[in-house]
């Protein structure tokens, strides 16, 4: 029999980079339990880049990950689990079905309400910066791009999956607390037929979204020109200073007003509808409703006083480089 290969490929924001830290802190018990997370990458980014570069053929992904294996000849491993939330974002994934020469191969993939998909990877684009047309702009002007996100077309991309890997091999999670009421780390392991033991360990919180105030704050700063350490020192800065904004805790993440949230949720209404009908068995694809129109937005108005702004926001952020760069001995 073939061994699984298992393709967790996103979505992004439906707590991805958690579970790669899970599968990465427990490696070892992964393998007592047959499950082999290869190479020793929490994400496993290079791999994925070089096959659809060619850079590497599948047949050659194939040879590595079966040499991994045989490295570990002594334990029962049947399965191997390769996660990078990227993948989705690729239109074709043709590559990825050449495996299925090699490997029992299944895909992975988790969908969170467009809506609510759409707020976080803003605050996401900003937070990290890696698309600079999306990094400083305003909310409005990302909503402009939208259609850009090909891959939250759910029913046209899972029917994508589908024709590569077959129906029976193509796993759909739903990101919402109903449907995974014990948490979206559980979920994935219940999808792929995981028991985690007692010794595996839970990992901490990975990659928060920062609040939108403090994101309207960071769209104007140009942390896409620093390198890639000093980026991280100023993100580091910016969550302290986040925190000081929110002393009781996070407050409103909604940024579309409510009659926006509708009009978004009707352009992919027919396409959940479908899938909600072909993978379900049912009409509703997401079982929570919409925010109502009294629902809070969140606030993204920064202070219209410099001396409050000074205070609350440029201050922090150069407390904190001051402190790393006292840390490190004024080494970077």
């Known amino acids: 029999m073939k061994r699984k290969l298992i393709f967790h490929i996103g979505a992004h924001r439906t707590a991805t980079s958690s579970l790669q830290e899970y599968m990465f802190r427990n490696i070892k018990a992964l393998k007592r339990l047959g499950y082999l997370y290869p190479l020793h990458k929490r994400r496993h980014f290079e ?47 043709e590559v990825l079905a050449g495996f299925r020469k090699f490997f029992d191969v299944k895909v992975v993939f988790t969908l ?33 791009h939208q259609d850009d996100f090909h891959w939250i077309h759910y029913d046209r991309y899972v029917q994508h999956l589908e024709q590569l890997f077959g129906p029976e091999n193509v796993i ?24 985690p033991s007692a010794e595996f360990v839970q990992p901490a919180k990975v990659n928060p979204s920062f609040s939108p105030l403090m994101s309207e704050f ?50 992919f209404a027919a396409g959940n509808r479908a899938l909600a009908q072909r993978r379900f068995g049912r009409d509703a694809l ?11 937005l969140a606030q993204r108005q920064l ?28 080494k970077g």
């Open 218 to 267: 960071m769209r104007c700063l140009p942390l896409d020109a620093a390198g890639q350490d000093y980026r991280r020192v100023l993100t580091r800065a910016c969550a302290e200073a986040d925190r000081a904004l929110q002393p009781e805790g996070p407050q409103s993440s909604l940024l579309m007003p409510h009659a926006q949230r509708q009009q978004v949720m009707a352009q």
């Open 112 to 144: 969170r309400r467009q809506d609510l998909w759409l707020e976080s990877w803003y605050l996401q684009n900003v937070k990290w910066q890696w698309v600079p047309h999306l990094s400083h702009c305003s909310f409005d002007g990302f909503m402009a």
């Open 47 to 93: 791999l994925i880049n070089d096959l659809f570069s060619g850079a590497r053929s599948p047949a050659d992904a194939a040879a590595l990950l079966g040499a991994r294996l045989h490295a570990h000849k002594q334990l029962d491993l049947h399965t191997i689990i390769l996660s990078d939330e990227d993948i989705c974002m690729r239109r074709n994934l």
């Open 286 to 296: 997401f079982l929570e409703p919409l925010p109502g129109p009294e629902a809070p």
């Open 303 to 330: 202070p219209q006083d410099p001396y409050v702004l000074m205070e609350q926001f440029v201050a922090p952020l150069l407390s904190g480089v001051i402190s790393h760069q006292q840390k490190s001995g004024g």
């Open 172 to 195: 759909l999670n739903i990101h919402e607390k109903q449907q995974m009421p014990d948490g979206p780390l559980e979920a994935f392991c219940r999808s792929i037929g995981l028991q």
